[in-house]
C-alpha cells in the first residue's frame, strides 16, 4: 500500500482509541477517488484551479444531457414522488427489452430486467447475491475497479487475468484458463474497456464464453461504453453471442452515452433462458437484495424510454468531426510525440492508458507520479495500479476535456516527463 493510501495511527484527541473501518474493507480500494483527489481538494480550497482527468464525468467538460431527456424527466416529476416496483418502471424496463431485442440478445423479458441507482449498485448487488466467502472472480487487468472492490467487499476474491498491450489489449485467453480454479465463481468482461478503449471483436468474446460455458462461470458483460464507439468499430452484445444454457448478466445505463451521470440509472439484465431456470435461487437472492433498496430513483427512471427510442445523439460526437472522436484523436496523437511514451489507440470509451516506458522513466510509485504532476502541472490524472494493472508504468487520461484543454494539458505531462525521474 502506498504511504499515501495509509489510515493515521493516532489515537484521538479524547483518549479512546481509533474508531477503525470494519475489516470487510481491508482489501477493498477505489483510487479514481482515492487519496490523490484529497490532495487536489486540498488546493482547490486554496484557490487553486485542477483539470480533472481523472473521473469520467461528461457534464463538466460541457457534455450534457440531451434535451427531449430532462424535459420527461421534468413532465413525470409529479408521478414519480412514490416507491415503484423493486425492478423498476414497467415503461423503463419494456424499453430495456427492446434494446435487447435490437441487440439480438434472446429471450429477455420484462421481470429479467432490474433498474438500479447507476451500474455501481446493480454491480455490488449481484456480487453480494452470487459469492460465498473463498469465492473467487475472474476480471481482467486493467479492470474498472469497481469490480474488484465489489468481489471483495461481498468475502470473495478478485482474481485478475491480464489483457495484452501488444494485442490491442485483448484478453490472454492462456491465462485466464491458467487462473480458472474450482474456486472460480465469474468471469467479468468489460467491453468497451475501461481504462484500455479496447473493443473486444465477436471471435474473442465467443473464447471467453466457450471457457464460462467449460467451467459453469456466470458471465459479467459491463457493456456502459457500448454506444461509444470510434472507426467504424462494432459490438456485440456477450449476450446475443452466448448459448441458451449460458448465464449471462449485461449492464448497461445512461451515464456515459447519454451524458446523465448524475441522474443514476442503470440497469442489469439476464439472458440465457435454460441457464435462467438453473440459476433461480441466485436469481431469487437478486431479487432479495432489490427489494432491501425498495427501488431505484423513480423520476431518473423516466428518463430510460426516452433515451434509448429517441434520436442517438452520440453518433455525432463519435463520428468523424464529432467532439468525442477529435479528442480521442488528439489525445492519441500527442501521448505517442512524447518520447518515453506510447499508447494503444482506443477504439471506444472515453479514455486514454498510456505506457510511461520504465528504461526511461524508472517509476517505482505510479502513485506518487500521479501526485507529483498534481502539485506540479495542477493536473489530476489516475495511476495505472489503480487499476490493477500490475506494474506501475501505465497512467489513464480522460480524454473528455475541449480540445484545446487537452492539447494544453498534454503538453505540460509532456514538459513534466522530460524532467521527471523517480
Known amino acids: 500500500m502506498s504511504t499515501l493510501s495509509q489510515a493515521p495511527s493516532a489515537q484521538a484527541s479524547s483518549g479512546h482509541p481509533p474508531l477503525r473501518k470494519s475489516h470487510k474493507l481491508d482489501n477493498v480500494c477505489y483510487d479514481i477517488r482515492g ?57 423503463a424496463r419494456k424499453a430495456i427489452m427492446q434494446e435487447c431485442q435490437r441487440k439480438d440478445i434472446p429471450g429477455v423479458t420484462v421481470e429479467d430486467i432490474y433498474v438500479g441507482n447507476g ?32 468481489a471483495n467487499l461481498s468475502g470473495g476474491r478478485a482474481v485478475h487475468y491480464l ?39 465477436p471471435e474473442v468474446v465467443k473464447e471467453l464464453l466457450a471457457i464460462a460455458r467449460e467451467h459453469h462461470l456466470v458471465v459479467f458483460s459491463d457493456e456502459i461504453y457500448d454506444k461509444i464507439l470510434y472507426d467504424d468499430v462494432e459490438h456485440v452484445s456477450t449476450g446475443a453471442l452466448a448459448d441458451d444454457d449460458q448465464l449471462v448478466v449485461t449492464l448497461n445505463g445512461l451515464s456515459k452515452s447519454y451524458r446523465c451521470a448524475g441522474f443514476r440509472s ?9 441457464a435462467k431456470k438453473q440459476a ?29 427510442g429517441g434520436y442517438q445523439s452520440i453518433n455525432d460526437l463519435v463520428l468523424p468531426g464529432g467532439r468525442l472522436r477529435a479528442q480521442r484523436d488528439i489525445t492519441h496523437e500527442k501521448l505517442n510525440a512524447i518520447p518515453g511514451v506510447s499508447c494503444v489507440k482506443a477504439k471506444g470509451a472515453l479514455y486514454a492508458f498510456p505506457r510511461l516506458d520504465p528504461k526511461v522513466f524508472n517509476i517505482q510509485d505510479d502513485e506518487k507520479l500521479v501526485l507529483d504532476l498534481l502539485l506540479q502541472e495542477k493536473i489530476l490524472l489516475v495511476q495505472g495500479t489503480a487499476f490493477n494493472w500490475p506494474s506501475p508504468d501505465h497512467v489513464r487520461i480522460v480524454t473528455l476535456p475541449w480540445a484545446d484543454q487537452l492539447e494544453d494539458a498534454l503538453d505540460r505531462f509532456a514538459r513534466f516527463l522530460s524532467r521527471y525521474r523517480q
Request: aromatic share 6%; charged share 20%; with cysteine.
Open 163 to 201: 489483457c495484452d498491450e501488444q494485442a490491442d489489449w485483448a484478453p490472454d485467453i492462456a491465462d485466464i484458463r491458467d487462473k480458472v480454479t474450482s474456486h472460480t465463481r465469474a468471469l467479468v468482461l468489460i467491453n468497451p474497456n475501461n481504462p484500455t478503449g479496447a473493443v473486444y471483436p
Open 119 to 150: 451500474v455501481s449498485e446493480l454491480i455490488v448487488m449481484a456480487m453480494q447475491a452470487l459469492l460465498n466467502d473463498g469465492d473467487e472472480v475472474l476480471i481482467p487487468a486493467p479492470d474498472y475497479p469497481l469490480w474488484t472492490a465489489a
Open 266 to 274: 442503470g440497469w442489469m439484465i439476464f439472458s440465457g433462458n435454460a
Open 35 to 91: 487519496p490523490v483527489l484529497e490532495h487536489a481538494k486540498q488546493l482547490e480550497d486554496e484557490g487553486q484551479r485542477i483539470l480533472k482527468l481523472n473521473i469520467g464525468n461528461p457534464a463538466p467538460f460541457g457534455f450534457e444531457a440531451p434535451e427531449e431527456i430532462l424535459q420527461d424527466v421534468m413532465r413525470n416529476l409529479s408521478t414519480a414522488q412514490g416507491y415503484c416496483d423493486s425492478k423498476g418502471l414497467y415503461s
Open 280 to 308: 433461480q435461487d441466485f436469481i431469487q437472492g437478486v431479487n432479495m437484495l432489490a427489494s432491501m433498496r425498495l427501488c431505484a430513483n423513480v423520476p431518473a427512471q423516466h428518463a430510460i424510454q426516452t433515451a434509448l
